[in-house]
Each structure stands twice: as C-alpha cells, then as structure tokens.
C-alpha cells in the first residue's frame, strides 16, 4: 500500500489549500481515511476522517471551515481536504492515513500512512 500526500504550501490567514491524498494498493472496498497533523513537540492529531460510505467527521477546531471528500480512480483512492479560511494555528504537518472501516480517530486504527505535507500559514 502506497500512501502519497500533496498539496501543502504556505498561505496568508484566511486564505484556502486543497490537500490531495493518493492511495494505491488498498485491496478492501471498506476503509477509513483520515487526515492527521503534527506539529513538532506535540502529539498527532485527528483532523477528519471519511469513511467508504462517504460518512465524515470532523475535529471541532476545523468544523466549517475544512470539508473532506473521496473519490476512486482507477483502483486508486483519493482523499481531498478544501481548507477554507485558515488560521496561523493550523499550520502543522498533514499526515494521510488509510485504516479499516472501523477505524476510529485514533493513531493507532489506522495501517498506512504518508509522510506529509507541510501546511505553514502566516497572519
């Protein structure tokens, strides 16, 4: 299983990143996915999970303000975060991770991850 993230980049508060998270190789048609951030010195943290239903959840801090979505491609998953609305606070380390359907939104239900992109915002 390959998990790749990309989309980070730097942007001014109150602007907008897409985070694009590719995954190939999965062999279920059952899984969670999740966006995760650390920042370093600080224990990684749920952002928002998507299940194969299309069911979402999100971290309070971000509730209306990012939106997940999922799409499937050719055997490959993809996993999209609109983040709207940025603040300085969220600037940190984005980390995609794949798990089963009943992963919950801690570290350790979730297989596979990527390495991240970084998402630095300035005020």
């Known amino acids: 299983v390959q998990v790749v993230e990309s989309g980070g980049g730097m942007v001014q508060a109150g602007g907008s990143l897409r985070l694009s998270c590719a995954v190939s190789g999965y062999d279920s048609n059952r899984y969670s996915m999740a966006w995760f951030r650390q920042v370093p010195g600080k224990e990684r943290e749920v952002v928002a999970r998507?299940?194969?239903?299309?069911?979402?959840?999100?971290a309070d801090s971000v509730k209306g303000r990012f939106t997940l979505s999922k799409d499937n491609v050719k055997d490959t998953l993809f996993m999209y975060l609109q983040m709207n609305s940025l603040k300085p606070e969220d600037t940190s380390l984005y980390i995609c991770?794949?798990?089963?359907?009943?992963?919950?939104?801690?570290?350790?239900?979730?297989?596979?991850w990527g390495h991240g992109t970084q998402v630095t915002v300035s005020s």
């Open positions: 991770a794949i798990g089963g359907w009943y992963a919950t939104l801690t570290t350790g239900s979730y297989s596979f």
């Open positions: 998507i299940r194969s239903t299309g069911s979402t959840t999100y």
